[in-house]
């Protein structure tokens, strides 16, 4: 992918060196610029990147970093989403203070990250590594998100055939993950169909959605897809999904439990489409993801990490569960109203 342009899935960068750091830097700027986000903006996103990149590049282990615009109530900031192996932190809030340092340093980072960031979120674990979230936006800073997502690619592609999309229809909640066959551009076409129908889809309920984008991409290779609603007046999630992407409900005590899709291609065949509704109580977390991340996770092995951003619990998954040989898309989102 063209470093100067970075579009909405994002731009991965494997964060190796001091190198590696500065196109970070100047990749950052030039998003900010692109999306107007205002001179002095953009320097502080600038001072945001470099110190997300020598963090990684002094402490981490198999560090890697997203950077991609965001976009909400018709405004746009960027967004880093650091990822590393590392040693991890016992105390991040004690880190992210100015003048602590592990390495005969100042000691700035972080804290000149979480100053000059409009949001900053992060989760550590002691010997397991790191993963922090930060926005820069020009103005107030809009309400974070009730849903989040990576889609990363597989090594060696420079485009993913995975993708995710969220949207608020006539009131109603819904995400959908998709997975068109395949790799490369073709399987990235079919899921680009995909949720552009999905965008534009009249609002209904999810069985009825997933025939739409059926119907919608039939002119594509074809996709696995799954729509879901949580409602959090009924305390239900409403459910459809065809093929393989995997979807998982994790609730306060309880064990996870995993929603039905049916067997089928989105775009080919004559696929049964049938809707499915379970329980969703405050607070409960939903899980979806692709065939790109192993299902053997469990959130009860990351305390304190249900608590944290729908960002952070998808970016840990995608670390620890996906693979580097198939398209990965993980997507959070949570009961909250």
Same mark, same amino acid.
């Given at each position: 992918?063209?470093?100067?342009?970075?579009?909405?899935?994002?731009?991965?960068?494997?964060? +190796?060196?001091?190198?590696?750091?500065?196109?970070?830097?100047?990749?950052?700027?030039?998003?900010?610029?692109?999306? &107007?986000?205002? +001179?002095?903006?953009?320097?502080?996103?600038?001072?945001? #990147?470099? &110190?997300?990149?020598?963090?990684?590049?002094?402490?981490?282990? &198999?560090?890697?970093?997203?950077?991609?615009?965001?976009?909400?109530? =018709?405004?746009? =900031?960027?967004?880093?989403? $650091?990822?590393?192996?590392?040693?991890?932190?016992?105390?991040? !809030?004690?880190?992210?203070?100015?003048?602590?340092?592990?390495?005969?340093?100042?000691?700035?980072?972080?804290?000149?990250?979480?100053?000059? $960031?409009?949001?900053?979120? =992060?989760?550590?674990?002691?010997?397991?590594?790191?993963?922090?979230?930060?926005?820069?936006?020009?103005?107030?800073?809009?309400?974070?998100?009730?849903?989040?997502?990576?889609?990363?690619?597989?090594?060696? +592609?420079?485009?993913?055939?995975?993708?995710?999309?969220?949207?608020?229809?006539?009131?109603?909640?819904?995400?959908?993950?998709?997975?068109?066959?395949?790799?490369?551009?073709?399987?990235?076409? $079919?899921?680009?169909?995909?949720? !552009?129908?999905?965008? #534009?889809?009249?609002?209904?309920?999810?069985?009825?959605?997933?025939?739409? *984008?059926? /119907?919608?991409?039939?002119?594509?290779?074809?996709?696995?897809?799954?729509?879901?609603?949580?409602?959090?007046?009924?305390?239900?999630?409403?459910?459809?999904? *065809?093929?393989?992407?995997?979807?998982?409900?994790?609730?306060?005590?309880?064990?996870?439990?995993?929603?039905?899709?049916?067997?089928?291609?989105?775009?080919?065949?004559?696929?049964?489409?049938?809707?499915?509704?379970?329980?969703?109580?405050?607070?409960?977390?939903?899980?979806?993801?692709?065939?790109?991340?192993?299902?053997?996770?469990?959130? $009860?092995?990351?305390?304190?990490?249900?608590? /944290?951003?729908?960002?952070?619990?998808?970016?840990?998954?995608?670390?620890?569960?996906?693979?580097?040989?198939?398209?990965?898309?993980?997507?959070?989102?949570?009961?909250?109203?």
């Amino acid at each position: 992918m063209n470093a100067d342009v970075v579009a909405d899935h994002g731009l991965w960068f494997r964060v +190796e060196s001091g190198a590696t750091a500065s196109s970070v830097r100047r990749t950052a700027e030039r998003l900010g610029r692109q999306l &107007e986000l205002g +001179e002095k903006r953009v320097a502080d996103l600038a001072i945001v #990147a470099a &110190e997300v990149t020598s963090n990684l590049v002094k402490h981490a282990q &198999e560090g890697t970093l997203l950077l991609r615009p965001v976009r909400r109530a =018709g405004r746009a =900031g960027v967004e880093l989403v $650091a990822i590393d192996s590392g040693p991890g932190m016992a105390d991040l !809030a004690l880190s992210s203070a100015d003048g602590h340092s592990t390495t005969g340093t100042l000691g700035i980072g972080l804290g000149a990250i979480t100053r000059q $960031a409009s949001l900053f979120d =992060g989760y550590s674990l002691h010997g397991r590594g790191t993963v922090l979230a930060v926005q820069v936006w020009n103005g107030p800073v809009p309400t974070p998100d009730w849903a989040g997502a990576l889609v990363r690619p597989m090594t060696g +592609e420079q485009v993913s055939g995975d993708g995710y999309a969220v949207r608020l229809a006539d009131g109603r909640r819904q995400v959908l993950v998709c997975d068109g066959l395949g790799h490369g551009p073709l399987a990235a076409a $079919a899921t680009g169909a995909a949720l !552009a129908a999905f965008r #534009a889809a009249p609002a209904g309920p999810p069985g009825t959605v997933v025939q739409h *984008l059926h /119907r919608a991409i039939a002119h594509t290779r074809g996709a696995a897809l799954a729509v879901a609603e949580p409602d959090p007046v009924s305390g239900l999630l409403h459910y459809a999904g *065809l093929g393989n992407i995997a979807a998982m409900i994790v609730a306060t005590g309880e064990r996870r439990r995993g929603l039905v899709s049916l067997p089928g291609i989105a775009g080919h065949q004559r696929p049964s489409v049938r809707e499915y509704t379970y329980p969703f109580p405050a607070g409960a977390t939903l899980v979806m993801h692709s065939d790109g991340v192993v299902d053997r996770w469990d959130l $009860a092995d990351y305390p304190g990490l249900t608590g /944290r951003s729908p960002l952070l619990i998808a970016a840990t998954l995608l670390r620890d569960a996906g693979v580097r040989r198939d398209d990965a898309c993980v997507l959070v989102a949570r009961a909250e109203s």
